[in-house]
């Protein structure tokens, strides 16, 4: 997609606002507080002052025209709703809701919204995970008991191979890559040797996850 | 780790408490707020009504004995930075903090929080890097320009195999994974050939994530 629309600057709208932006997408923020809009200018394509629930103002922007519209105002129930609703009625193809609670999220789905998203929720999930592999940052799911984990290597790994560590084996995990530095070793070989500061991004049940991190964490 | 301590049951801290029993953790839910400490009892081991900045109490409730510390209560700012640093003196090895603001996180990791947590922000990161591979609805960012993603197998790709696919010099993104139902394979063959509800796990720059998702999404 090549323009976003995104309805409410608070900390979940500026982040995804800024993030795209900088992804290079085209990105019209809009948000009721003026200062929030003077904030976002500099960071946007285009920001503008005005109620994301009043249809006028969003065709004036060009809403219509967007390839994805994100409602990022959650604490108002009937605006965060509205929003979503006139989105798609205007004719946006792929509407992303922020919710608040499930039954906040159960509305937006049912009137409309392509995705909605539990941020308080999904990070308390995102924690959970990768408190038993405790120096992840990032976790995919991949079902409710295994995933995969990005996590850096263990320092007795380092200097051996791949072949030598036979993770496997060994782990019942398999390796699917190793990042170093700015480099990306994609189905790295047998013969690969970790070295010190390598992430390892690693797939597998979360028990042996939770093993191997622990006895080498 | 075994045992976790979590102080504040917000969504962010309910969803921690809860995936982490879940995961067979032991977890001690602490809030000042009866009702969500009745809520958590049939989920937790030990659910206590009460101040998460009363040294006292976390001792009475065992926390020094817990192996991680979060502290899922973020809107009152001083009683946060209280009882992350509280739980580091008595002795909480790993403490997770969840911060409403940067300076609100910045304080926290200053007076000791092993990490901080901005859910509303991640979101909005999350998001954004997912909306322009619009199905993903997992990401692992590796730097600010690639990463992972999982997503669901164009509708063309079925009935073809690796080999025909020839990913990598297509698309130049590496397929790390499939995922067939509960079935995970890791490191597919070149003979492996794409079904119908197959999940692929890709990596690759983000701009080239993206032309994947927008031929194929
Ligand atoms: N009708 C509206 N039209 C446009 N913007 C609005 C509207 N109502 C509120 N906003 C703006 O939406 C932003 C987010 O509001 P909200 O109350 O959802 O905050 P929030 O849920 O705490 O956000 P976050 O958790 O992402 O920080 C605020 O900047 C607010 O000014
Ligand atoms: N001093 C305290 N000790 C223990 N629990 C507390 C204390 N102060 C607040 N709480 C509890 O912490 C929980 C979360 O509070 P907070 O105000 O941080 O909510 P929140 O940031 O909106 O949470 P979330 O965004 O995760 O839903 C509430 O259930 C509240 O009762």
Redesign the pocket.
Known sequence: PERVAV?????????TANELSGLGYEVTA????ER?VAAAAERVALAAQ?????EDLLRSLHVDRSDVGVV?????LE??V??TLLMKRIGVPWVVA?A?TDLHGELLARIGADRVIY?ERDAGNRLAHSLSVRHISDYITLSPTSGIAKLHAPAHFVGQTLEDLDIENHYQLNLLLIKRGQKIIAVPSYRERIEEGDELVLVGPDREMAVFTESHG
């Open positions: 309805i409410g600057l608070g900390r979940f709208g500026t982040s809009i948000d009721i507080d929030k005005g109620d994301g629930t009043d990022a105002q959650g604490t108002n605006a965060s509205l929003s922020k608040k941020p």
